[in-house]
């Protein structure tokens, strides 16, 4: 079971996201919470595998609330869920150490492959996110194609899955697009996260783009 934490400040908001998630089998919703403070005390008393975190919200914000979740409880993964799509939003939730990013007007689907995708530690961007954040990172980044200093350059075929990475599409879409199997998709990115010396499919996104591999 995926043990999920809600916390919004909107009190119907969290019944109904209860309500919603409870129909899935593998989870269990252990708590909500109406503030970023509430949602610490709880996290250490229920110890979620994931945290659906508002942003905005009384005494304690969203943003706050996920950095020092992050500090005492690393294991539980925050997905931002929000109705703000600001640049800064953005960017200051994943540097809180957000794992996803999604808009309140996500299909039920999209939410639950989120959940299930943060629960094994992968990350979950809105499509229009990832562009917003690839597009920032592509216009701070240095200037210049730096792949030629890769080791290990990458493949033809593990660029078109980084790709579909940052257009925000999940392993399983991936394999669909590509006709392979998900265990495939998987082992590409394994080798994708070793040869560019990164930890997770976000920060392969980051550094592909400082390289100009997704340029090409």
């Known amino acids: 079971m995926i043990k999920i934490l809600i916390v919004d400040d909107q009190s119907l908001f969290r019944e109904g996201l209860n309500t919603l998630l409870s129909v899935q089998t593998d989870f269990s919703v252990v708590g909500e919470a109406a503030n970023g403070e509430e949602s610490l005390r709880m996290a250490i008393q229920f110890q979620p595998d994931v945290v659906l975190m508002d942003l905005r919200m009384p005494i304690m914000d969203g943003i706050t609330a996920t950095q020092r979740l992050r ?13 703000f799509d600001e640049d800064k939003d953005i960017y200051d939730g994943l540097r809180a150490g957000a794992v996803g990013y999604l808009l309140k007007d996500v299909s039920s689907e999209k939410l639950y492959e989120a959940i299930r995708a943060a629960a094994k530690g992968e990350y979950f961007l809105h499509p229009a996110v990832t562009a917003k954040v690839v597009a920032e990172y592509s216009r ?41 199997a998900e265990g495939t998709v998987k082992n590409h990115l394994s080798n994708i996260l070793s040869k560019l010396g990164v930890k997770d499919r976000m920060q392969a996104v980051f550094k592909a783009t400082e390289f100009g591999i997704l340029r090409k």
């Open 71 to 83: 500090n005492i409880l690393p294991q539980s993964k925050v997905i931002v869920l929000t109705t």
């Open 140 to 180: 701070i980044s240095r200037i210049g194609d730096l792949e030629s200093s890769l080791e290990n350059p990458l493949s033809a075929r593990e660029i078109e899955i980084l790709k579909l990475v940052a257009s925000g599409k999940s392993n399983k879409e991936i394999a669909d697009i590509l006709v392979i």
